[in-house]
């Protein structure tokens, strides 16, 4: 399968387990009370001006690992994204804080009642109201408990959720999905964890050869879907439009990042259309 570059084909690991796991929402619009979880999260490490992490139990060599990853990711989003680098308009959420809970079954016992989160999912970003002064960007996750070495779920994946919401997608949750956009949102969180991490996506790779979707069918993707349709091919969707319709893409993001919603509907849909469908079928068994 040539769904992974050859280049990013390092590490062909944490196959089904990961695949799974990458079943998170950036749901809750709201941005969450997080009053007294210090009391439940004692380690405060900042990781540079704009980042910093909130954990139940990390140690300083997780943490700084932990800093390194997210700070490395971000060229490599940029890369992908091709922005001039400038935040959306509006947009205030310079800073990001990591929750990182010690356990599944701790996420599940406190994020909810902590920040609101939906316990459901594996980590959720929330990115509150990014015009708000003052307003906290914020993703809660947990540590893996089922992995060998000290993984963080997820941590690629919300982090890309952030920088997507701040150099991307104009105004909050809400808005950036009144039209269906989530082919993108969590196509590309997917697309640029596997990709900076140089793993590849067996989910994606063990669905693609099904041809279960047009793509024309993919842009209309909502939360509605299931997990398959909005991940995996959400993945596809992304990987194909991005290494052989760059200049689409571009155009969309242009409409995205202005929150011209309706303009990039339009063009997915209808200029777009259904053209691309046929090569997208052929792809998928490539
Ligand atoms: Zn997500």
Known sequence: MSLVPVRRRVVQ??????????????????????????????????????????????????????????????????????????????????????????????????????????????????????????????????????ASTFTIKNLNHEYTHYLDGRFDMYGDWTANTSTPTLWWIEGLAEYVSYGYLGKWNAWAGGVASQQTYALSTLFDTTQQNDQDRIYAWGYLAVYYMLENHPADVAKVLGHYRTGNWQAARTYLKQTIGTSYDADFRRWLLT
């Open 13 to 146: 690991v944490a196959l089904t387990a990961l695949a799974a796991a990458a079943t998170t929402l950036a749901v809750v619009p709201a941005s969450a009370s997080a009053q007294g979880a210090d009391a439940y999260l004692p380690v405060n490490y900042t990781c540079s001006s704009t980042l910093r992490i909130k954990a139940q139990q990390m140690t300083t060599t997780q943490l700084q690992s932990t800093c390194r990853s997210l700070a490395g990711q971000d060229a490599y989003f940029h890369n992908v994204v091709k922005d001039t680098g400038q935040p959306v308009a509006n947009d205030r959420n310079t800073s990001l804080e990591v929750v990182v809970f010690s356990s599944g079954s701790e996420y599940r016992r406190l994020a909810g009642y902590l920040y609101g989160a939906n316990t459901g999912a594996g980590g959720q970003y929330m990115e509150g109201d990014p015009s708000a002064y003052g307003n906290q960007a914020r993703f809660v996750t947990y540590r893996d408990d089922t």
